[in-house]
């Protein structure tokens, strides 16, 4: 029978690459535990569960009322729920717990995230910086007495009197021929309300996504409608990106059919919706008036433009306007 067995032995198939593995594992953890004090050999450990599997409920309880009579100081107490030391190092007199084990890797994995975050947020303020000076180069000039006109009290009389179709070349070199304001809107008006004033210490140290599209009032309102309830930055940057591509003033966006602006927002989600929005923003920037817009119905006498919630008009306010005494009603902390 014993050669029977040993030859059975020999016969089962060799250990896999896991397997090999997998005990050299246990044999690595058993010895640390033995080094540290902390090994209990598992067949001791089952002996002694059979033993007391075996001892008879009348025995139990009546070992446990005689146990519950001992003093606090004699009853056993778990090393983990009191926070006990569990090894001491000799070459350190720090105590080693569960704590302070969790509360290094912890402190470790907290500088990993510093260094990584500042990192990033240095490469990116740079990358930002880069961008904001391409995108105001590429914006068209304008002549000074139109570019400045309403930045001051005191404007020159001759600059008052200057001819409508000045603001009305102005409006239409910035946002294309579709600009077609009501009759009682002036050229006037309808440039100055739209103009941006983006804040001089732009790019800011948070490098905010706004930052790039501050210097035009249309794209900004587009940007914001486009990237709510994205969390994806390389997602909203791509479809922002391509749909600015394709449209790069408000004028350009009627040439466009509907199903090629749906391709482009796709990836965003809700692209029906983000296909509305885009053509309400550029009805509104196009045709009315004295430009405002607030979280009030037309109806009403507002000047609310659909999905453009309070993130959209606490955005254009801050960035375009350069409104620093402005107070955002978007609670949304992270867009």
Known sequence: VTMAKDEKQNDSPPLSEYEKLRLSKIARNEAKLKSLGLWKNPEDSEKNGNVKTNVSSKKRKLAK????????????????LAQTPIVKQEDDSRIVTPDTIKSSYREEEEDDDAILKNSLQEDLLRKMKEEIENL??????????VSSFGDSVIVKQEYKEKDEEDFKNASKLL??????????????????????SPPKELPSPLGMYQELYAHDGWKILICCALMSRVSSFDTKDRCIRGFFQLCPTPSHVADVNVEELQTTVHSLGFQYERVKAISEITRAWLTRGDFQIDSVDESKGGNKIYMCGPFVIDSYHLFCKGQMDWKPTCKIRDV
């Open 65 to 80: 009322a005689v146990g519950g009579n001992k003093s606090p100081s004699s009853r056993r107490r778990s090393a983990r």
């Open 175 to 196: 946002w294309g021929d579709g600009c077609n304001p009501p009759s009682d809107c002036s050229w006037n008006t309808f440039f100055t309300s739209r103009k941006a």
């Open 136 to 145: 105001r180069s590429q914006q068209p000039f304008i002549p000074d007495h």
